[in-house]
């Protein structure tokens, strides 16, 4: 079995470099969707915390991996406060990430071992975000609030800060090769991955391509830019 401790995680989210989000609230597509994930190389998911029940998709989702495919690793996303975060660790997530940071789910994580990515939109917040613990921060919303030109001013002053951004990636070689470029370590991505027209024709092969590509366009600019500097 896969070791999920939060300094393993933390490294398998920075080597994938792409996470997917998705929520569906059909167990069953979820199941699908996310084997389709790690097939294409992408073990680390983001499953928002979206719907009505999702806790209990969410629940029976990770019990399905637990036995079927071990090296998934299930994270949760849109977690705004700390009883939502002690809901899906105790379903089994192994990291944690929200559109905005509360200090309060910090605490829940640390406690617990767990990764914890807050939502920031500006240094005073990434800043924030470190001293409470947080090793990879999300910006969010990725385009809103500067983009790639937003990382490399906060990278200036502040280069050990590592960003996942989320909102306005796109899985292109152009814009996945900016935000790289920018510093992130990794990126969240949602329809722009997993699209809609994929999911509607239930073509778990075609999210499986799509992945794929993503995930080793992801590894080559990562090799790319390690080599020009």
């Known amino acids: 079995m896969a070791a999920k401790d939060r300094l393993s995680v933390l490294l398998a989210m920075m080597e994938q470099g792409v996470i997917p989000v998705f929520y569906d609230p059909d167990v069953d597509v979820c199941k699908n969707v996310i084997q389709a994930c790690a097939n294409g190389g992408a073990k680390c998911i983001e499953f928002t915390n979206r719907g009505d029940f999702a806790s209990?998709?969410?629940y029976e989702v990770t019990r399905h991996f637990a036995k079927a495919d071990p090296s998934v690793i299930m994270g949760v996303g849109s977690v705004v406060d700390a009883p939502t975060a002690g809901i899906?660790?105790?379903?089994?997530?192994k990291?944690?990430?929200?559109?905005?940071?509360?200090?309060?789910?910090?605490k829940v994580c640390n406690r617990r071992g767990i990764p914890y990515s807050p939502g920031c939109g500006s240094a005073s917040e990434i800043g924030y975000a470190q001293e409470l613990g947080c090793e990879i921060v999300k910006v969010f919303p990725g385009s809103s609030v500067g983009g790639p030109d937003f990382v490399k001013s906060v990278m200036a002053p502040m280069p050990w800060t590592r960003i996942m951004p989320t909102g306005g990636v796109e899985a292109s070689e152009s814009s996945l090769?900016?935000?790289?470029?920018?510093?992130?370590?990794a990126c969240g991505i949602g329809s722009n991955l997993i699209t809609k027209k994929l999911l509607d024709a239930r073509d778990y092969k075609g999210i499986e391509e799509n992945v794929r590509t993503t995930v080793q366009l992801v590894k080559t600019i990562k090799a790319d830019l390690a080599a020009k500097r």
């Not at 899906?88 to 997530?93: E, R």
């Not at 990291?95 to 910090?106: E, Q």
């Open 56 to 58: 209990h998709v969410f």
């Open 88 to 93: 899906f660790i105790a379903n089994g997530a």
């Open 95 to 106: 990291f944690v990430v929200g559109p905005l940071l509360n200090p309060d789910v910090a």
């Open 177 to 185: 090769r900016t935000w790289f470029g920018a510093g992130i370590v």
